[in-house]
């Protein structure tokens, strides 16, 4: 293995340090450059308008309503190509569970609807606070509290970025 | 066939014209027992919350996002027993239609979203207008036009009076 090279030392010391020296300025964008999550459940977001609907197999079987405040629910009515600040998105999901008293109804089995209450999701543009993450802020809420999954956290803004033509939503608009 | 008797002419007759007879109760009776189906589509539904979302397989294929006026979230919140004179709950149905650019940047097949949209079902309550169904009128519109599939409108009151200990909804409120 390669020894750390002096400059590599410097690097790795300030990172976790005071700064005071030259590299301050550096530095600050580096700190600035990290990504910031969000901690906090936007207010209201239960009663905010449909987006679309939406259901995910493999090891998920989820199933998903988005809603939109606002922002959001104008920003996609006006097919605006970039979504304004102020944008919040939420990724309402629960287990996408067979229903066997509508099945029973229906007579064959057929029908699925939202089970028990998984996670929220919430995407917030706010370009100044979220630069290192596109402009959005990226929140995952079990139970009422915030993700603490470094690596499921760091990994919202690598997936979304393939939607770059998109602003990075997945989700389009049902009409 | 039967000759009409004298009593069948008169509420023949009747049932054209002014009531004026001692039989006028029993007509007006005759009258409301006639279903009636939802012929418009209720304004702004579209800008309601959620109330769940729902998914058929079976031959239908159909996502539903499901949405509430505020008479119908007012009762789903406070668990009343019955939904009470205007209520309007909306059932939006698209194709539940796989997702190849989600798919692309999952990196595997596992998602579904709202395909084309199918047609729009209404659960209006008026509990004298709609006395003949439960208190419920139905209504199925596609491309903005009621139905006119007598045989498909009046199965909708059988197939919902099966949910008889939820006030014939079939939909559960999602938290």
Not at 73 to 92: H, S, V
């Amino acid at each position: 293995m390669k020894r750390l090279t002096p400059w590599l030392i410097v690097a790795a010391t300030l990172a976790g340090g005071v700064v005071f020296t030259e590299r301050a300025p550096r530095h600050a964008a580096a700190q600035q450059a990290a990504p910031i999550f969000v901690s906090e459940i936007p207010s209201g977001y239960r009663d905010w308008r449909l987006i679309s609907v939406a259901h995910e197999e493999g090891d998920l079987h989820s199933f998903a309503a988005v809603l939109g405040n606002d922002v959001a629910i104008g920003a996609y009515r006006e097919k605006k190509p970039l979504f304004p600040d102020g944008t919040i998105i939420a990724a309402l999901h629960y287990r996408h569970a067979p229903s066997e008293e509508n099945n029973k109804a229906f007579g064959r089995d057929q029908s699925f609807v939202a089970g028990l209450p998984t996670n929220i999701q919430f995407m917030i543009k706010d370009s100044r606070k979220y630069a290192a993450t596109g402009g959005w802020g990226f929140g995952h809420f079990q139970d009422g509290k915030p993700s603490t999954d470094a690596a499921m956290m760091n990994a919202c803004f690598g997936c979304h970025q393939q939607m770059k033509a998109r602003d990075l939503v997945f989700t389009r608009y049902a009409p």
